[in-house]
């Protein structure tokens, strides 16, 4: 097996393992026999997701499966290079992985015992071991967030594995008798012969779904993604689908007191585990429960270790003069934050985003996601994971809990009981604002949203048990859990890695999703308390007034500028005689559009997507069908 790689710049001893895997598998193709063509192919995929592993690169060509990646050092920095390979009693296999094993010390003790022999101190090498020893359900036995990619010479299998929520992305197409896979598009595109390609689905994805997309779809035609939970076996001429993990109903024999303990357990452990670090950790602090929990525990563990934890905050440019409370978002953060900052003794630093920068990054977010995303909520966030990188190059943020606590408004509302639509995106008519007639008669945008929505509700895990309502609640929390909240784990994943920063998010941990899901509903939010549950786990670890603190969401910015700067650029755009998105947008529309004034109160997604995210939307695909030269086909 040949294996090469190329060392990059100096980075600090200790520095976490998150990088971009990439590849090809086919029983046909004997890829020794040119091994010069192969390796150049690895190297383009390499070179396209650099930005995930910026540190070094290394490949490993065999027969029948080739094997890149992309690393942002880490761990073991001589012997904890990828892809790696290991011999044992006649067996070789090679692994290129994306993520971190947190219980990578436990497993190590336990493969130890069974007579494994260590060469490194990596976690790639206790995945390595663990699939030597047991095979591929040891899978089950990792507590982390990853994308592996696993070759058995002795069994010509290759493994596709990917971590039971989808922090960590992975795609794969066919192209012929040949599997091609990565961490991410542009991956995919470096392979010879796979073009970007959008179809009547791929359009209904962006414009009846986005910034959300299908799970197990990659948009483009023909590109698919790994499952969370699932891996992906392709041996000879077949490829299988193997669930490894999914959520099960069961009833919850706790009491409430119980129910408490276990959870205030489950989420200090999982903080915990995702401090395992050798340089400094930060955490992303707003004030919210959610951050302020995550911080009070590591603030406490370093202080006894004598160490401050550095915390950041985000905000943008005038929004103290410029915010306007909304039901979505009824208060400013900072003093929350500065409260917080002081309980803890975090060395804290406040970081502002302007408008010129919120422009600017909307183009880079879609160079991180390969999609038109999030909007401002995205490049914000791409911007601040750039800022924060300066400081340190791991952090912990409180995403997810909403989405299993049931935070958000619409696990509460009666409109989303009784909808049977994606209660965060109701209105289609609002996402066809813009778009020319032809367009929206051409695409069947309603019935494929709605299609989407009945296909997750279907797959929604039941319990005899359940009461109608509580079967209700099941769903919307499915909906949630495979949707927006993989959504926001896709923004957190792009804007981090493209930034060189490893962001945890702790609060997704598999564990608290598998008993929060089976908790009753009058547990998680006791007398109709939002996040109840999170709220009295915390008990003792946060003061009482942030940790029953009302909900406020991530911010964005309320500065008219920014709205009306984006207004101008979607009108030069229209001028743009070769701008791809005039055969998509009605210019009387958007002229209409821009002369009425926004109402940021009913957000066309989620919660912070209204007006101005619908302008800067389209701004970013417009960047995207000119940048990744897609063709359209309807």
Sequence with gaps: MERSGRSGEHVKEGEEDMCGIAGFYSSRHSYTQEPGRWRKILDEMNRAQKRRGPDEEGICLDDHCGLAHV????????RGRQPMTRTVQGRTCTVSFNGEIYNMPQLRRELEREGAVFESDSDTEVILQGYLLHGEEYVKELNGIFAIALWDALEQTLYLFRDRVGVKPLFYTRRGDTLVFASELKGIFAYPGVQPVIDRDGLCEIFALGPAKTYGKGVFRG??????????????????????????????EDSFEKTVEKTAWLVEDAVKKQMLSDIPISTFLSGGVDSSLVTAVCAAELKKQGKILNTFSFDFEENQKYFRANSFQPSQDRPWVEKMAEYCGTNHRYLECGNTDLIEYLFRAVDARDLPCMADVESSMLYFCSKVVRYNKVTLTGECADEIFGGYPWFHRKEAFETAAFPWSCDMEARQALLKGELIRELPMEEYAAAAYEKTVRETPVYGGDTPEEKRRREISYLNLKWFMATLLDRMDRTSMYSGLEARVPLADHRIVEYLWNVPWEMKCPGGLVKGLLRFAGKGKLPDEVLFRRKSPY?????????????????EVME????????????EKLDRFLNTPSDYGRPWYGQLMAGPQMLAYMLQVNYWLAKYRIRILL
């Design 576 to 587: 743009d005689s070769a701008a791809p998105i005039r055969s998509l947008i009605d210019r």
């Design 223 to 252: 590109i698919n993604e790994v499952l969370p939970g699932h891996c992906l076996v392709c041996r000879e001429d077949s490829v299988r689908d193997i669930c490894y993990w999914k959520l099960e109903s069961r009833p919850h």
């Design 71 to 78: 690393r942002l050092s880490i761990i073991d920095l001589n």
């Design 555 to 571: 911010p964005k910015t309320y500065h008219p500028e920014y709205e009306k700067r984006l207004g101008e650029m979607l009108l």
